[in-house]
């Protein structure tokens, strides 16, 4: 990979921040209204988090990066079911763009895009990591370049948002023009299980909404 081409993974908060000028907002609206949804969680899908939760609360500390993804992640995220007749939730797919001129790529863990076979419109970037202090990484940094591009590829016209995982903790995130928001920590293996699920019933609502839009 040449050097003029800046990698997902290499990217930090402090270097996007500053290369591309953007204002982080704590209390940004966009986010507030995504954490403050409301949605529905049937009997089933509440028996199902606990189960998950379970299984979290024995093995977090021992799981990888993997064991975390197949064991929890993944099973919450087929849980809300993302995969429709108009986006897919994919994992490990390539995309780039060029944002203020800076040609950027990489690979989310998983995103969630318009498409069937392959993504198209990407409307969700998603990070995982295991250790919930990793110096050398930065997982806030690698799904916030993600969404950059993701909003080049949308042509700024609605939000993008985002979800980073360090062991039992969420952070989500929206971005709109060059302001972006991260929420506080959802602990998965608390009561927070529920929220997590709530906002993610909300994204799919959202993407929905999103897509129907374009074919308007």
């Not at 050097?3 to 930090?12: H, K, P």
């Not at 953007?22 to 529905?40: F, M, R, S, V, Y």
């Not at 950059?148 to 039992?168: D, F, M, S, T, W």
Request: proline letters at 3%.
């Amino acid at each position: 990979m040449t050097s003029n081409i800046l990698n997902f993974r290499d990217c930090t908060l402090a270097q996007l921040d500053e290369l591309f000028e953007l204002n982080h907002k704590a209390k940004e609206q966009t986010l507030i209204g995504w954490l403050n949804c409301t949605a529905e969680i049937t009997d089933f899908e509440r028996q199902s988090l606990l189960l998950f939760q379970d299984l979290l609360k024995k093995n977090v500390h021992d799981w990888n990066e993997f064991d975390l993804i197949q064991n929890f992640i993944g099973p919450v995220f087929v849980l809300v079911s993302f995969s429709t007749d108009k986006f897919n939730l994919f994992a490990e797919r390539t995309f780039s763009g060029i944002v203020d001129g800076v040609k950027m790529m990489g690979k989310p863990d998983n995103m969630i895009a318009s498409g069937f076979r392959k993504p198209k419109k990407p409307y969700f970037c998603f990070q995982e990591y295991k250790k919930e202090t990793a110096p050398d990484k930065d997982p806030a940094g690698q799904v916030l370049a993600a969404m950059l591009v993701a909003q080049e590829i949308n042509e700024y016209k609605h939000p993008v948002y985002g979800c980073y995982v360090q062991g039992r903790n969420w952070f989500f995130i929206t971005l709109q023009n060059k302001t972006y928001s991260i929420s506080d920590g959802h602990i998965a293996t608390r009561d927070d299980i529920f929220d997590i699920f709530r906002v993610l019933k909300m994204l799919k609502q959202i993407i929905t909404d999103l897509c129907n839009d374009y074919i308007r």
